[in-house]
Structures are given as C-alpha cells and as structure tokens.
C-alpha cells in the first residue's frame, strides 16, 4: 500500500460517544517565563543556552508566553470543543533545586490551570516529566543516577498530593526513549551527553521513576484519576538478507525496553544480550521490577512516522542515528552502534523529513492490542510540521498538516473497528512552540503563533479539528 494512498483518507468516519478529543503541550515548549516565579533552569535551558545545540540560538526563555496568557489560551480550547488539554508540568517551578524546598508559586501556577480547564469543562491530563530535568539533578548525575528516581518520586508526591483532587489523568513520563538515548547517548538533546553505558542506566531509572511515581501518585491523589505513560513506539521494517534481526533489535531497544518492565515486570532477554556489550545492568536492584511494574488505566501512544533498518553485522562505516529527532554524534542505539544503519524512508514528508504514514499508526495500534490484549490505550500525540504561510486576509490554509490529520484519524479509526480499545486522540500540537533542537523553526500548531507580536491564530486545520471535535465525525 502506499504512504500516501486514499485508503487513508476518509471523511464521515464516525468515533464512538465518549472519545476524547484533546490537544498537547509542554511546559518548556510553551510557558516562557522560564526565570519567573521561583522557577530554576532545567537541563533544557542550559542546553538551549550553549552555542551550536538548537537551531538559531532559539531557547524558551518566552516560547508562547503561556505563563501569562493561559486564560486566553484556555478559552481558545473551549472554542475549539477540546474535551481534554495535555499539559506537562515543570518540575523546576514545583521543586527548582530538583531536591529540597518546594515552590509554592509553581504550584499554584498548574493549580490555577487545572481550575480553568475544570470551569471551561476540559479535562486536564498532566504529565509530570517532559524533559525538563532540573539542573541540579543533572549536576549530580542526571537520569543515570538513581538519586534522580528518588527526587522524582518526590515530587509525584507533592504533585498528587496539590492536585489529585482534580486531575483526570496522570502521565509519569513523555518519550522516556528520547530522554535516555537521545539525552545521554546520542546527545542530541539536553543534557548533550553521548555515553552509550549511561543511557542504558538512565533507560531503568526513568523506568523505576515511572513506576514509583504511579505509586506516590495513586497514595495522594484524593480524586479518582487514571495513571498512564506515554512512549514513542518505533513502527520498524528492516532491510536486507537481515531484515527480521534488525526489527528485532529496534523494537527491542526502543520499545521492549520500557513496555517490558512497565508492563510485564521484566527485562526482555535479548535487550540484555544486545546491550552486553555496554552495561551489565547491575543498576538494577532486588525489587525493582516489582517497583515498576504498576498497573496502569491507559497507555499512552505517541506516533509520527515510521523506520527502516538495515543490519551489518558489525562491519558497517556508516553513520548509524536514527534520523528521528538526531542532530549529529553518539548512538541513539546503545550496544547496536555499527551493526544498525537507518535508511531513507520513501516519502512523502513533512518539514521534520518525516514520512508520512498513516499506516503505521493503525499498525502499532493493532499490535499492541496483540501484545497487551487488556490494556486501553490512547494516542497522546500526533500531528505534523509544514512551513505555513500567512494569506493576505491573515487566515492560515495548511491543508498538508489538515490532510496529515485527517488520513491518521482514520487509520485509528480503522484500528478501533478492529477491536483495538483506543479511548482517545491528542494532537500535537495546540500551538506552534519551540520544537527542542529545531527551535521556533518547526510550526506544529493547530493554532499558528506570531512569535514577535505572540498572536494567535487558528489555522485551516484548527477550523477542522474543532469540526472532528464537536461531531464526533471527520470532516469533509
Ligand atoms: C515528540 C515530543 C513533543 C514534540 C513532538 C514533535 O517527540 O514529545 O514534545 O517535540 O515530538
């Protein structure tokens, strides 16, 4: 089937009463006021601070100015009948030094939000760690200690504690993959470290934060909320007289290793003999896998493209990063480094040279069905990067991001008629924001931001989206 085919672009589809559909954000990619209100630096101010690590010198230092214009933001939401807001709170405005005192103004920021959210009927989905590691933690040793499992444990519990009156769900981690193997081994992202053995180590300790998390969150939150996680599956194809082997070794690295111990207690055997090379994972510890294997509501599902992967058995010169998020250096695939080369993907594409392909996404919907027939699961994000042009009348036509949109809702939509449990649907983005490496250079907003004069504009496939939204069917 092609990438690009009509099979994937259905209007009239209709979803089942009840669906969520909702919007994501980070709180580094929008808020600004990053030196407001008791709030430190995180690993992301300092890396968007050191010259030559993001596109343009671009930090978010004021990103959308979310800080101060959530009202108006908020409000934005309602018009578009969003029935849930995916936000992630900074955990150095809630605990700035990473450990010790705790900033009563941070807390009150989200406490403000999630008050709004509630009063405009929007259910608010929290994320407590998307990427914004404070500093002093990373000065310490960063995700590849397990001091910094500690101090997140901490902090879910400050955070249940303040609002697990009112949150509707949890969300431990966003993209612990990117966290471990492209903050500490590839070094593409904050902290920039290149370290194969410490991504591995920093893989358990955001699996062990996760599931002490989801247990401090749950011995706090006085509502009723819903505990989930959210990873970014690879959907893989090998290449080459090896293709099945290089699948293998992708979906082990990438997705096995979290799915295995958050959701089945254990450490798939072949992740351990991939990586021998690298770590003996004597970081784990007795009752660490009990500790992360917690029961979760939803699992949360991030999906943009997909990968090709050839294997070399050891013997290839080439450059072997996966293009995903990758800027230059390191191995985003620890103990795999020389054997797996990632290969262009046919096309088409978006700003990100991405593929586009819808497929994918009902592929891994119906494979995680397979794999973890029990559990519900939800896609948290999912959207895509054009270079938008402004019309003369001040509207923004993007309809590659609206047709992007609409192909991927029905490849869920088709992937729910299969049996699949999805509950609901988050597109990234609510607004154009600062897109990590890539700065304010990449736009994924449904709602285009000006960012000299930060208006806010709600573009073509913002107008559509709201129509999906309140319907319940896609659009025309
Ligand atoms: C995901 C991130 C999100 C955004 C999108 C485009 O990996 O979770 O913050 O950058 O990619």
Redesign the pocket.
Known sequence: MRAGSDDYRDSGLVFPEGFTFGSAT?SY?VEGAAQEDGRLPSIWDTFSMTPGRVWNGDTGDVACDHYHRWESDLDLMKDLGLDAYRFSIAWPRIVPAGTGAVNQAGIDFYSRLVDGLLERGIRPVATLY??DLPQPLEDAGGWPVRATADAFERYAEIMGAALGDRIHTWTTL??PW?SAYLGYGQGGHAPGRAEPAAALAAVHHLNLAHGRAVQALRATSTGDPEYSV?L?FHVARGRGPQAAEAVRRVEALANRAFTGPMLRGEYPADLLEDTASVTDWSFVQDGDLEAIHQPIDVLGV?Y?STVTAQLWDGVSPRQMNDGH?AVAGGTAWPGSDGVLEFLEQPGPYTA?GWNIAPEGLEELLLSLREQFPDQALMVT?N?A?FDDEVADDGSVPDPERLDYLRRHFTAAHRAMQQGVDLRGYFV??LLDNF??GYGYAKR?GIVRVDFDTLERTVKQSGEWYARLAKTGTIPE
């Open positions: 980070a990619q998307h990427w966003n993209e990117c959210t970014n991030n943009y998020k990100m994000e959207g990067a990234w983005s897109e990590w994924f």
